[in-house]
């Protein structure tokens, strides 16, 4: 609550109550901007991206993955120079443009222009693609949103070459060498506008003959829209399985009978030549977060965003008085498509130390820039934030700044004119009234040292005596002789109620020099 001051004078009165309220006694708490969110206390499924005014937004985490046991490559292309996660893969080159424009996970992704070359990755000695590498179960998964989807444009691609065996085909079942060397290769490509996997002597059945595979998709993929694709490969069972977005587009048992009970070819990298892994050769448009393990994943993230929302809070701001009013609290945020951001608030005028104001159950929501009147005085306040993707999981809210706007309940000024009269076994003060109508009374402080009112032994008590609203007070049972110190603050009707300065000390010493008294 502001001060309001006083005055016999109606329209004075009126003028210095509006002034209470003007926007220049109003202050301010921002979270963000500047602050870059160091005033939360917790970020669940919420992360700071680059954002507004050059500081930093909160966002939605994305589903991007990470790095374990099983992951032999990846790339989220989210940093411009982009780089396996792993380490165990090194472009050649500078690697392929990245676009912060719409990326299926993360900051950016990355843009190809049907560059024939496209952009080549070297495996380490002991990568999946080095020489004589024996795969089991795999998987290869990826975000792509093609432009053109011209016949031909390829997703990724590897060659290689292996010594001849007995058995040895190509896909149409006639063998394929170059010189004594037996050629290999792994596509995904684009054509009618559907992707197809391409295995070139590469699955080898365990008597050294090879199986050629290949899958399509049903679906014909549609251009400028992000799915996501994967590949994978059950060494159990020898079932190799195309997936877009979660649902099967084609398999095939990679047996020498072709089904579940025959003998279980696996994917063999030749040990004559192993060829760079190439992204993007002849393909336009864009692609993102590219993994490949050593097992057969069941539960790929397909959704941008790992969880279904996302929760910020912060921490326990003091505003330094207790009823202060808070006016309102102001948000700048951003809100695409069907997205959202839920507010809410505690407030209180006393805090136990807990990390939450209150309770779990205890949050308030509110409107980011509508006042609050009158209805919210409190000490501490908390804030909470929970943010919503779109209906597609594909956009997430930007949360840029909290304001807190309040106006300080301020306490009292302190009394002044104080003075001390000595008698026979007391002192006698008095003092000016506070012009504030919020003052409800006064305490008075005493002690034999000065600045020092920790004393006892009076007959109103010890120290401080509550002398209600007067403004004066006689002070018996003192020792004689003895020289005290006295002081006094006002208090208003705040609760917990506000206490004012000391006033200017005084000191008198009573005296049986004086006339009447108790001793």
Not at 333 to 357: C, M, N, R
């Amino acid at each position: 609550m502001a001060r309001k001051p006083y005055s016999s004078g109606a329209l004075l009165v009126c003028f210095l109550l509006a002034a209470a309220h003007a926007p220049g006694l109003e202050k301010t708490i921002e979270l963000g901007k500047d602050a870059l969110w160091a005033d939360m206390m917790s970020l669940d499924g919420l992360t700071p991206l680059p954002g507004k005014w050059g500081f930093q937004d909160l966002a939605l985490s994305g589903g991007a993955y990470s790095v374990d046991s099983s992951t032999e490559l990846l790339l989220h292309f989210d940093t411009r120079a982009a780089t396996d996660a792993t380490g165990n893969y090194t472009f050649q080159g500078d690697g392929p443009a990245l676009s912060g424009f719409m990326p299926a996970m993360g900051t950016a992704s990355a843009a190809f222009t049907g560059a024939r070359t496209g952009a080549a990755l070297a495996g380490a000695a002991d990568s999946m693609l080095s020489p004589g590498a024996l795969w089991a179960d795999f998987t290869i998964e990826f975000w792509l949103s093609p432009a053109t989807m011209a016949d031909g444009e390829e997703i990724l691609s590897w060659t290689g070459a292996d010594r001849p065996t007995a058995g040895t085909t190509n896909g149409a079942g006639t063998a394929t060498a170059t010189g004594n060397l037996t050629a290999q290769s792994i596509r995904c490509f684009i054509r009618d506008r559907r992707l197809v996997w391409d295995f070139m002597n590469v699955f080898r059945l365990p008597g050294a003959g090879r199986i050629p595979v290949r899958l399509a998709g049903t679906r014909q993929i549609l251009p400028r829209v992000w799915h996501h694709h994967l590949l994978r490969f059950d060494s159990r069972v020898g079932l190799l399985s195309y997936l877009i977005d979660g649902v099967p587009e084609a398999l095939v048992h990679v047996t020498d009978t072709g089904s579940e009970t025959g003998s279980v070819a696996v994917a063999v990298i030749g040990t004559a030549r192993s060829g760079p892994l190439v992204l993007g050769a002849g393909y336009t448009g864009f692609l993102d977060e590219i993994r490949i393990s050593r097992r057969a994943v069941d539960n790929p993230v397909l959704s941008r965003f790992l969880g279904r929302t996302g929760v910020a809070v912060s921490r326990i701001i003091d505003l330094g008085y207790s009823s202060t009013r808070i006016i309102r609290i102001d948000s700048v945020d951003s809100t695409p498509a069907d997205s959202g951001i839920e507010f809410s608030y505690q407030a209180a005028d006393s805090w136990g130390g807990h990390k939450v104001l209150k309770g779990d159950t205890d949050w308030i929501p509110f409107v980011p820039g509508k006042d609050f009147g009158d209805s919210v005085k409190s000490r501490y306040v908390q804030l909470r934030v929970e943010l919503y993707p779109d209906g597609t999981r594909t956009q997430s809210p930007r949360l840029s700044s909290l304001r807190v706007v309040y106006e300080p309940n301020l306490p009292p000024a302190p009394p002044a004119g104080l003075m001390a009269t000595a008698g026979n076994g007391k002192v006698t003060l008095s003092w000016r009234k506070v012009d504030d109508l919020d003052v409800k009374g006064y305490l008075v402080f005493y002690g034999t040292s000065p600045h020092n009112y920790l004393g006892t032994g009076a007959l109103p008590g010890p120290s401080p005596i509550d002398a209600g609203a007067a403004t004066s007070i006689e002070i018996g049972g003192l020792d004689n002789g003895n020289l005290y110190y006295f002081a006094v603050a006002a208090y208003d009707d705040s609760q917990p109620r506000q206490q004012s300065e000391f006033s200017a000390e005084v000191s008198a010493r009573p005296s049986r020099i004086y006339p009447g008294g108790n001793q």
